[in-house]
């Protein structure tokens, strides 16, 4: 990777500021963690600061507190939970900044977590004092929430300005080497598959992975839409109307690389238990859910033939079962195809995770929207900001 990481730093007696993804699910009133897989994601970059001498101040944003402190959306609870993963003290402080909180800088050895980012508005704003209060806190920084790389926050990449160096954590050089691998230059053939629900949020994905990719499997409500661009009836699925000119340059920008579903699976009325039916041409009442029988058969002999696979969004209605089958079936494709296979989280993970396929997955993102802007060819603020190896060496 071009960029510094962790493993390039000398933290022997330093205050290193790691910027984690601690954005965890809470139970209503905010009290009791519902999953901590965000937390467990950062124990390796965490550790390997402490191991190599360093004071670890640990901070994020939880939910979406609009500049205000709110007592639901406090850190107290993911202190609690690390301390206990990690088998030691987690200190936390009362807020992000200020007097008291820099009076409990760690030493060697200890951690500070600090209390919820986003109870300040300045963060969101990334505004240059705060930045430089969060930076006066350590004498490095560290990023290891790819999943806020997407976003110019000030301890994203306001707060870097202010310190020599900024590098990625564990977790985050590893997003970049296989969202890097599998863009950059991938074994072939490479195939991506895509779904959701709209056209208009991967039109930047479709377009930048058309220059990689040999072959785009398209699925999910955004399928119809490039039906409707083709002329073949769509019934009352889900059709972008004012994306169906757009689907059609994609096609032809395409030039073959676009694979859509020959047959899908409809109903009348979406709602659990209905009644569905295997079509290829939808009817007038109809409403497509999920792609059919012949589609999956088709979809699958392109992913067993692949060498890198990129996969993001559901081929369906996916959290409906049986609507989900397209997706589980597909996941099961990727999975038993030996290729190299990044997935870019949410619904495509659950669909991996129910098919009990996790350990056959190369890398699953933690960041649905920090990958998305990615395979889209963003730059993203988060990842730019860090330190070049090439300068760090003059």
Not at 6 to 13: E, N, S, T, V, Y
Not at 244 to 254: D, G, H, I, R, W
């Amino acid at each position: 990777m071009s960029k510094l990481s962790i493993r390039d730093l000398d933290l022997k007696g330093k205050t290193v500021f790691i910027r984690v993804d601690f954005n965890v699910p809470l139970a209503p009133g905010g009290k009791e963690i519902t999953s901590d897989k965000r937390i467990r994601a950062s124990i390796p970059t965490i550790e390997y600061a402490l191991e190599h001498g360093a004071g670890v101040i640990l901070a994020s944003h939880l939910g979406r507190p609009k500049g205000k402190p709110h007592p639901e959306m406090s850190l107290a609870p993911v202190a609690e939970r690390l301390a206990e993963l990690l088998g030691r003290p987690v200190k936390m402080a009362s807020s992000s900044v200020g007097d008291d909180v820099c009076a409990m800088k760690p030493r060697a050895g200890d951690i500070l977590l600090l209390e919820n980012l986003r109870f300040h508005k300045e963060e969101e704003e990334n505004d240059i004092e705060f930045s430089r209060q969060l930076a006066s806190l350590a004498d490095i920084y560290v990023n290891d929430a790819f999943g806020s790389a997407h976003r110019a926050h000030a301890s994203t990449v306001g707060m870097i300005a202010h310190l020599p160096q900024g590098a990625a954590g564990l977790l985050m050089d590893k997003e970049l080497e296989w969202l890097t691998k599998a863009t950059g230059n991938p074994d072939r053939p490479c195939v991506a598959l895509l779904g959701g629900a709209k056209v208009s949020d991967k039109i930047e994905v479709i377009r930048n992975l058309m220059k990689v990719v040999d072959r785009i499997l398209i699925g999910g409500a955004m399928a119809y839409t490039f039906l409707k661009a083709q002329d073949l009836p769509t019934g009352r699925s889900l059709v972008e109307e004012d994306k169906v000119e757009l689907a059609k340059q994609l096609l032809t920008e395409s030039r073959g690389k676009l694979l859509l579903p020959d047959d899908h699976v409809v109903v009348k009325e979406i709602k659990p238990g209905t009644e569905s039916r295997v079509v290829q041409d939808i009817g007038a009442g109809d409403i497509a859910v999920d792609i059919g029988p012949k589609t999956i058969e088709k979809y699958a002999r392109v992913i067993a033939g692949a060498k890198t696979v990129i996969w993001n969004g559901p081929m369906g209605i996916f959290e409906m079962p049986p609507f989900d089958r397209g997706t589980v079936e597909l996941a099961k494709a990727v999975a038993n195809s030996g290729a190299i296979s990044v997935v870019g989280g949410g619904d495509s993970e659950k669909a991996i995770k129910s098919a009990g396929l996790s350990d056959k997955i190369t890398h699953v993102s933690t960041g649905g929207g920090a990958s998305l802007e990615f395979l889209g060819g963003a730059v993203l603020p988060g990842v730019a900001a860090l330190t070049d190896k090439a300068a760090a060496r003059k």
